[in-house]
């Protein structure tokens, strides 16, 4: 099984930060990764898929890159309904394993 | 608009069963593969079941693989999860979550607002 890790596991920010999430993947998934933003007491809320980058209405300061095993997740501007906790999960092959979760904090 | 309403939650207890069910509505079900993912309290995500468009191909996690049947109706728009044998480990909110007409590997578009599942005696 292919496994996800996402560093680091929660950050402190404030607003106006540029935050970056690393995701990495134990075996070479090619593109084949989507981010979600989850709030508390919330779903998951899918951001983008490395296929397709973001989801219609997600804000444009949400970009992710990378491929093979190496992925991150960049908010370029930090703002407050921002901060919630984020996943990486690989989707090319069965089990489609999440990354344990990054939290963004309020510094 | 799209919506996922989860439903069948409860308190159940060791070694018993519940099913969860899935209705859909605003999305074209039949032709969107889907999952089952949960999360323990407090902790993360969990991918654990899919069932392609047509219900002939399904995939589970070791954690549940042999105690949980994931099945639909694409005529009632809808998701089931029957799970068996359910363990105290097994607590934990449970989302549907159906992909875009692209695919599975292009992430979970659509989710539920989730079930509770509480297994204790």
């Known amino acids: 099984d292919i496994q996800m890790t996402q560093s680091p596991s929660s950050v402190s920010a404030s607003v106006g930060d540029r935050v970056t999430i690393t995701c990495r993947a134990s075996q070479d998934i090619s593109s084949w990764l989507a981010w979600y933003q989850q709030k508390p007491g919330k779903a998951p809320k899918f951001l983008m898929s490395?296929?397709?980058s973001l989801q219609s209405g997600v804000p444009s300061r949400f970009s992710g890159s990378g491929s093979g095993t190496d992925f991150t997740l960049t908010i370029s501007s930090l703002q407050p309904e921002d901060f919630a906790t984020y996943y990486c999960?690989?989707?090319?092959?069965?089990?489609?394993?999440f990354g344990q979760g990054t939290k963004v904090e309020v510094k | 608009e799209v919506q996922l309403v989860e439903s069948g939650g409860g308190l159940a207890q060791p070694g018993g069963s519940l099913r969860l069910s899935c209705a859909t509505s605003?999305?074209?079900?039949?032709?969107?593969?889907v999952n089952w993912v949960r999360q323990a309290p407090g902790k993360g995500l969990e991918w654990i079941s899919y069932?392609?468009?047509?219900?002939?191909?399904?995939h589970y996690a070791d954690s549940v693989k042999g105690r949980f049947t994931i099945s639909r109706d694409n005529v009632k728009n809808s998701l089931y999860l029957q799970m068996n044998s359910l363990r105290a480990e097994d607590t934990a909110i449970y989302y549907c979550a159906s992909a875009s007409l692209l695919g599975n590997n292009y992430g979970y578009r659509y989710w539920g607002q989730g079930t509770l599942v509480t297994v204790s005696s």
């Open positions: 999960q690989q989707t090319n092959t069965f089990p489609q394993a």
């Open positions: 069932i392609s468009m047509s219900g002939t191909t399904t």
């Open positions: 490395a296929e397709t």
């Open positions: 605003g999305f074209t079900f039949r032709s969107s593969e």
